[in-house]
């Protein structure tokens, strides 16, 4: 009892067990979890999926904020369908190679659901999609994220602003709410709105153009797939207006165009209605307007594709 | 293993828990010394040990043969110094060597390329390659004798701490040391405690914050055209290189208290300096006072009249530039640095300001600002791009200082605004006022509460994790 007396009174273990004290209150303080995965379980989980869906959505952030795999299959005759899309991600090599990783052996029918957005057809070297940095991560780091989720998130860093909002919710400005689902879509839900995206993206279009080289890419892999049998449908990524404008004025891209390449390919292109769900800051979709757009995916795929027939939710589990 | 990861503070926890059953005999000291060392080192790349293994034995039978055959022990150390320049030669400065030739070949028309060798480059070479070398050198000069327990070598050429980022630490200063099995006191824990936590507030906070900045200008796919944001920038950069590795060396020495070992001070604020002469004196002294050692004085140093020191001085900071990195970036560096002290002791012209009203001011702020010009080369990853981001720094009409409100995040500001008076904290001296070094209880409650605030301001306010930058050196 003495020696541990002892041990407390000393200056550096006091220290120390305050330290401790103040993490544990400051990290108790982080706003509740939503459901769903812990973020960096989630992106630890999805680089290494492999061989475990029939459809897989592709894209960058908006495609990741955008469809619910789970509406499409409720429609749609796949088992499983995964979201693979990743921020700031763009169709190079290494990311479509990946997603033909995601099929399972074997699989009667395969499809490739690709959300088109002009940021996700440009080229970029320096500046890495998260899939790259992701499949650089370490098997040590994955491991921790994937098995000790929750111990990770717990320390994982946060302003002295959050730990206010989750201390005293109704002073945040903003509440911005992210699920992290395992089929991959990751469901977000902010308030109030804005359309800080739409200036941001008018300054990376000024410096950056869609590039011929990544579409070229894009209509080989279409080309290849479809020689494989595995159905590839098309789209463009709804979002708000304001941006749509930017996109269409600024990026270099030429829809038109795109949509014939992508039919010559072989592929089945989807016309959706590119502003008619809500945005959360003038680029990715809020949540409800996400489950909406995933519906009405789900009703135009069918139409276009003759031979795919709604089949009953629980046929499909 | 980077002190950065939640992998070495479960290794730290197993190793410190351990020490005290350990470090009460000679041997198993050692023993347990090199191997915590080498799972350390083993846990980047295992194969690589074996080069340390093979430099640390060559220097260790060197060092007894000279003690044993001290008619001979000039070639022991020729021998000695082979081996370790042959390494480092071979990983570090090979493809710059191949790169050069084959520049020259172009040059002259002959149609030779030889094709580069792109092998890796193992982490912490130059740092324990030196470490390594100091030993033999001072056997043969007579100040250090060797030590015959393998396990006593190896435990001081791999010392886990210093190992792959310095302070490099003399045989003669670590070695004797490494003999003692006194047990850590309650000050010494606490002078351990307070390293460790500025040292990784300062690396996880300060300058992997910098970092995102930094990176973000000079990984640009094209040149941002604002003098005022590469200004920024390179202020950034000065802070975060100066915050990277002197924390990692505060981590180093903050962890060698903790095992009851001193390691030497590495940085002494080196951004207050008023003089190039005190920059250097400041600024990764350990490398310093290595190469003012074993190179600035061997080749006589100032000794043999002003023209010949300049000469010497020159040669050896371009073969510290070169230390640093096998590209001529770090030799133009090296450069800028060399004309900096030669003009400066040409001129003398910091005791001439420094007699002014607020000489020291402008004095400090000068060296500050060459310094960061410098640092251009440091960071560039060619010349063509140093000579790009200096003529863009210098081209006042185009200052546009919205650029750097609008690329700048403010969170790095605000670090930048902590570090710089942290920095005006100890050039005003308020670390040795009365309040600042009082020993009373509210002082002492008061230090523990920062620290402790400290501690939880690197868990939950760290930036992304970077690599420490002088772990490629």
């Known amino acids: 009892m003495k020696k541990l007396k002892q041990i407390f009174s000393d200056r550096t273990v006091a220290t120390v067990l305050l330290a401790i004290v103040l993490m544990v209150v400051m990290g108790s303080l982080r706003p509740d979890k939503v459901p769903g995965l812990y973020p960096k379980e989630y992106w630890a989980t999805k680089i290494h999926w492999k061989n475990c869906a029939d459809g897989v959505i592709t894209g960058d952030s908006r495609a990741l904020m955008g469809v619910s795999p789970e509406e499409l299959q409720k429609n749609l005759l796949y088992r499983q369908i995964r979201n693979y899309g990743f921020g700031a991600n763009w169709y190079s090599r290494q990311y479509l190679e990946a997603t033909e990783a995601l099929f399972w052996e074997g699989a009667d029918k395969r499809a490739v659901f690709m959300g088109i957005s002009p940021h996700s057809l440009t080229h970029r070297e320096t500046v890495q999609g998260h899939f790259i940095e992701l499949s650089r991560q370490s098997k040590q780091d994955s491991f921790l994220d994937i098995h000790f989720g929750a111990m990770v998130n717990f320390f994982e860093p946060m302003s002295f602003r959050d730990a206010m909002q989750g201390l005293l919710p109704s002073l945040a400005p903003t509440h911005t709410l992210k699920n992290y689902r395992p089929d991959g879509w990751v469901a977000v839900h902010k308030q109030p709105l804005s359309l800080d995206e739409v200036k941001r993206y008018r300054k990376i279009f000024e410096d950056r153009q869609v590039s011929d080289e990544v579409i070229n890419t894009i209509m080989e892999y279409v080309t290849k797939w479809r020689s494989q049998g595995i159905d590839v449908y098309g789209f463009i990524l709804p979002t708000c207006p304001q941006m749509v404008d930017v996109e269409q004025q600024v990026s270099g891209f030429n829809q038109d165009a795109f949509v014939a390449d992508f039919k010559r390919a072989g592929g089945t292109w989807i016309d959706v209605d590119l502003c008619k769900y809500e945005c959360i800051d003038g680029s990715h979709l809020q949540d409800t307007g996400a489950l909406q757009f995933s519906q009405d995916l789900a009703a135009l795929i069918l139409e276009a594709a003759d031979d795919v027939k709604p089949v009953n939710v629980g046929e499909n589990k | ?473």
């Not at chain 2, 393998?150 to 791999?158: G, I, M, P």
């Not at chain 2, 650029?403 to 001296?429: K, M, P, T």
């Open chain 2, 1 to 473: 293993m980077q002190f950065n990861s939640l992998v070495f503070i479960l290794f730290a926890i197993i190793f410190f828990s351990i020490w005290p059953l350990m470090r009460r005999r000679n041997n198993t000291r050692w023993i347990y010394l090199v191997f915590a060392s080498f799972v350390f080192y083993g846990w980047w790349d295992w194969r690589f040990l074996f080069l340390i293994m093979g430099s640390g034995f060559i220097d260790y039978f060197a060092g007894l043969a000279m003690a044993k055959f001290p008619a001979k022990k000039r070639l022991w150390l020729i021998l000695s110094i082979i081996g370790n320049i042959g390494s480092l030669g071979l990983f570090k400065y090979l493809d710059f060597g191949l790169a050069n030739l084959n520049w020259i070949f172009q040059l002259v028309g002959a149609d030779i390329q030889i094709p580069m060798a792109h092998l890796i480059l193992p982490v912490g070479i130059s740092f324990y390659t030196f470490q390594s070398m100091s030993y033999t050198i001072d056997i043969y000069r007579d100040e250090l004798k060797p030590t015959h327990n393998v396990f006593h070598f190896f435990a001081y050429l791999s010392l886990f701490p210093q190992l792959v980022a310095g302070p490099i630490v003399r045989a003669r200063d670590l070695l004797p040391q490494l003999e003692s099995a006194e047990p850590v006191g309650p000050q010494k824990r606490w002078e351990g405690l307070n390293l460790i936590a500025f040292g990784f507030f300062k690396k996880v906070v300060v300058a992997d914050t910098l970092a995102a900045v930094v990176n973000m200008a000079f990984g640009a796919p094209a040149m941002i055209h604002s003098a005022a944001y590469w200004w920024m920038v390179m202020i950034m950069f000065a802070f975060q290189i100066y915050c990277d590795f002197s924390g990692y060396t505060d981590i180093a020495r903050g962890l060698g208290k903790w095992m009851g070992y001193e390691f030497p001070v590495n940085f002494r604020n080196p951004y207050i300096a008023s003089s190039f002469r005190d920059f250097w004196e400041r600024w990764h002294i350990s490398l310093s006072t290595w190469f003012r050692d074993y190179i600035y004085f061997s080749l006589g140093g100032s000794k043999k009249g002003k023209l010949r020191s300049h000469v010497n001085m020159w040669t050896t900071m371009l073969i510290s530039g070169l230390w640093h990195g096998a590209a001529w970036p770090f030799i133009g560096w090296a450069a800028m640095h060399s004309f900096f002290l030669s003009f400066e002791r040409i001129t003398n012209w910091p005791k001439h300001v420094l007699k002014l009203p607020g000489g020291r001011h402008v004095a400090t702020l000068t060296v500050f600002l060459l310094t960061t010009v410098a640092w251009v080369f440091f960071r560039a990853q060619s010349m063509h791009q140093a000579f790009a981001v200096l003529a863009t720094m210098f081209n006042f009409s185009a200052f546009n200082a919205g650029v750097v409100h609008d690329l700048v995040d403010n969170n790095a500001i605000n670090v930048l605004i902590l570090i710089i008076g942290s920095q005006l904290f100890f050039y005003f001296g308020s670390d040795k006022a009365d309040w600042s070094v009082s020993r009373n209880r509210f002082k002492i409650a008061f230090d523990s509460v920062c620290i402790a605030v400290i501690i939880l301001m690197c868990v939950f306010m760290r930036a992304p994790s970077n690599t420490f930058i002088y772990f490629q050196f």
